[in-house]
């Protein structure tokens, strides 16, 4: 099964920026969707974006619509989200995952790397 493993997180201040990479172990199937999810302290996790793997098809979040962008590179079996304009709100733990369908709910999702943490301080 695909493992996944996440990296590019860490402390920024406000109206910075961070990009993330989501490497993974094999190529994903064509008919999978890969996605960010975060987990802010003390919350539930949420959805950021998702991207199919086949085609170019990207979804995002409203709270991150215009200042993230999800992208992969099929050579390198990696996703990527690149993030603009960060708020102390974006600050949470940031995973990949591969999923089924681009789906807001984690239920989708069948595989989930460890995370990486993000810090944006005010």
């Known amino acids: 099964q695909v493992q996944l493993v996440e990296s590019g997180g860490g402390l920024v201040q406000a109206g910075g920026s961070l990009k993330l990479s989501c490497a993974a172990s094999e190529r994903p199937y064509s008919s999978h969707v890969i996605a960010w999810f975060r987990q802010p302290p003390g919350k539930v996790r949420e959805f950021v974006a998702a991207i199919r793997w086949s085609r170019d098809s990207t979804f995002y979040s409203d709270s991150v619509k215009g200042r993230f962008a999800i992208s992969k590179d099929k050579d390198k079996n990696t996703l990527w989200l690149e993030m603009n304009s960060l708020k102390p709100e974006d600050t949470a733990v940031y995973s990949c995952?591969?999923?089924?369908?681009?789906?807001?709910?984690?239920?989708?999702?069948?595989?989930w790397g460890q995370g990486t943490q993000v810090t944006v301080s005010s």
């Open positions: 995952a591969v999923g089924t369908s681009p789906d807001y709910s984690t239920t989708s999702y069948i595989r």
